[in-house]
Nanobody
Framework: QVRLMESGGGSVQAGESLTLSCVAS???????MGWFRQAPGKEREKVAA???????????DSVKDRFTISQDNQDYAKNTAYLQMNSLKPEDTAMYYC??????????????????WGKGTLVSISS
C-alpha cells in the first residue's frame, strides 16, 4: 500500500510563506503528486500537481503565480514533492492533503479522485 508522508504547514501571517513536503513510499503508483485543500464548509479544491515523467505542472486558478510545486526526481526509491506557498492570504487557510496517482487526471478532470492520500496538514493564515 502506498504511504504518503506530509510535513510542513502551520500558522503564519498574511504575506508570509510556507513550504509543504510530501514523500511517497513508491514511485510507480505516484507518478503524479500534488495537493488538494479543503476549507471548513467549502468543497475540496485542487491546488497543484506535478508529473514525474516530464515535470508538467498544474495549478488551481486561485494559487497561480503564488504557489510553486516541484519534485525531487533524483531519488529512485521514493517520490518527493514540495509546495512552496508565497504571498499567503487568509483565504488560503485550509487542510492541505497530499495526493498521488499514476496520472494527473485528478487535477485536470473534475470528479476524478486520486488513488492515494495523505492525512492532511493544516495551513492557517491570519490577517
Amino acid at each position: 500500500q502506498v504511504r504518503l508522508m506530509e510535513s510542513g504547514g502551520g500558522s503564519v501571517q498574511a504575506g508570509e510563506s510556507l513550504t509543504l513536503s510530501c514523500v511517497a513510499s513508491e514511485i510507480s503508483s505516484t507518478l503524479c503528486m500534488g495537493w488538494f485543500r479543503q476549507a471548513p464548509g467549502k468543497e475540496r479544491e485542487k491546488v497543484a500537481a506535478i508529473y514525474r515523467g516530464d515535470g508538467m505542472t498544474y495549478y488551481g486558478d486561485s494559487v497561480k503565480d503564488r504557489f510553486t510545486i516541484s519534485q525531487d526526481n533524483q531519488d529512485y526509491a521514493k517520490n518527493t514533492a514540495y509546495l512552496q506557498m508565497n504571498s499567503l492570504k487568509p483565504e488560503d487557510t485550509a487542510m492541505y492533503y497530499c495526493a498521488a496517482d499514476i496520472s494527473c487526471l485528478p487535477w485536470v478532470v473534475p470528479g476524478t479522485v486520486a488513488a492515494n492520500w495523505g492525512k492532511g496538514t493544516l495551513v492557517s493564515i491570519s490577517s
